[in-house]
């Protein structure tokens, strides 16, 4: 079935240093691939979506591609800034009516 | 600021009793989904709507939950029994089926003792 992974939960930086969360996937279908972002107490917030083999997306200095090849959509950002501190989730669109797969999520952190 | 409205924003449970959670989604999205976010925050899909009627619920779903969405009023979801292992968030979203993408809630925090 359908599945995703995010193999870190917790990622810790200090502000300014690069940010790489790991994202893969498993589905039978040709579908979106989702990073969502939810702060404390909030929503969770779309922030990137992509359905485009090999395309950048970018969106609040987050990018993502997404590589059927390796069925990754890794999120990047090259700067970490305090307020990116919140968790993270990576997510596929099912063929079933938009149901959406997430991963476990990863709880970013980022220090002075 | 979302424009999913769930209420309550917090409630207190004993074991046994009901606890019901509405979700206002957002206009003209047809789609509405009920996820469980647990302790550990993860989340799991309860269930979806189209307009009024059930698109797909997990089996949890089916045994002691209710979920309806009836026409100009709000959505709920009713634990009919509560268990302490239901002490969680529930997130109401919404979507318009085109994009694929949903839009949250700030959702209900149930708290079963």
């Known amino acids: 079935g359908d599945s995703v992974t995010q193999t870190e939960g917790l990622v810790t930086l200090t502000e300014g240093l690069p940010v790489m969360l790991n994202c893969t996937y498993q589905?039978?279908?040709?579908?979106?691939l989702f990073w969502y972002v939810q702060h404390l107490n909030e929503a969770p917030k779309l922030l990137l979506k992509?359905?485009?083999?090999?395309k950048r997306t970018e969106h609040q200095g987050f990018h993502a591609t997404l590589h059927k090849s390796s069925s990754s959509f890794h999120l990047q950002k090259s700067s970490a800034q305090l307020s990116d501190s919140a968790l993270y989730y990576c997510?596929?669109?099912?063929?079933?009516?938009?149901?959406?797969?997430f991963g476990s999520g990863t709880k970013l952190t980022v220090e002075p | 600021n979302s424009k999913v409205i769930q209420t309550p924003r917090y409630l207190v449970k004993g074991q046994g009793q009901k606890a019901k959670m509405r979700c206002i989604p957002e206009k003209g999205h047809p789609v509405v989904f009920w996820y469980q976010q647990n302790k550990n925050n993860e989340f799991k899909f309860l269930i979806n709507?189209?307009?009024?009627?059930?698109?797909?619920q997990i089996d949890m779903t089916e045994k002691r939950f209710s979920a309806e969405c009836p026409s100009n009023s709000p959505c709920s979801l009713e634990i009919q029994s509560s268990e302490a292992g239901d002490s969680a968030l529930y997130l109401c979203?919404?979507?318009?089926?085109?994009?694929?993408?949903?839009?949250f809630g700030e959702g209900s925090k149930l708290t079963v003792l």
């Open positions: 979203a919404s979507s318009d089926r085109n994009t694929g993408q949903l839009y």
């Open positions: 589905t039978a279908y040709s579908t979106f």
């Open positions: 992509s359905s485009t083999d090999n």
């Open positions: 709507f189209q307009n009024q009627e059930v698109l797909q």
């Open positions: 997510a596929l669109s099912g063929p079933n009516y938009n149901v959406l797969y």
